[in-house]
């Protein structure tokens, strides 16, 4: 779970996430957090800061652009009850990134569709 779990921010709003991996045939990768960071973070652009591994085993920090809204519409989908947000990264880094199974997580709760 810890090479899994990142930094989500924007001038405004700031907090932690998880990197989740759909199994075949979806295999998207996305992005979990409480929704009351995304809610709060202007725009339609966040700041995901990444983990790239290089060859002597040090880390070297990478933000990366994600995209939370499109013309001022959410691409998460927040769950009704929970302060809970999931978002498909449409993008990824060129370099690998930790993630955790979808199976790993609630043990095949509650079905989520989450927008393209």
Aim: aromatic fraction near 8%; proline fraction near 5%; include cysteine.
């Amino acid at each position: 779970m810890l090479e899994a779990t990142y930094k989500l921010y924007h001038a405004k709003s700031a907090g932690t996430c998880f990197l989740v991996t759909r199994e075949a045939p979806d295999q998207s990768v996305y992005l979990v957090t409480a929704a009351h960071v995304l809610e709060r973070t202007e725009g339609e652009t966040a700041i995901l800061v990444l983990r790239e591994r290089l060859a002597d085993g040090t880390f070297v920090r990478r933000d990366f652009p994600v995209s939370i809204r499109r013309d001022e519409k959410p691409l998460w989908v927040q769950d009704a009850t929970e302060d809970l947000a999931i978002l498909r990264l449409n993008e990824l880094p060129s370099f690998s990134i930790g993630s955790i199974p979808f199976l790993a997580v609630g043990g095949g709760g509650r079905a989520c569709t989450v927008p393209a």
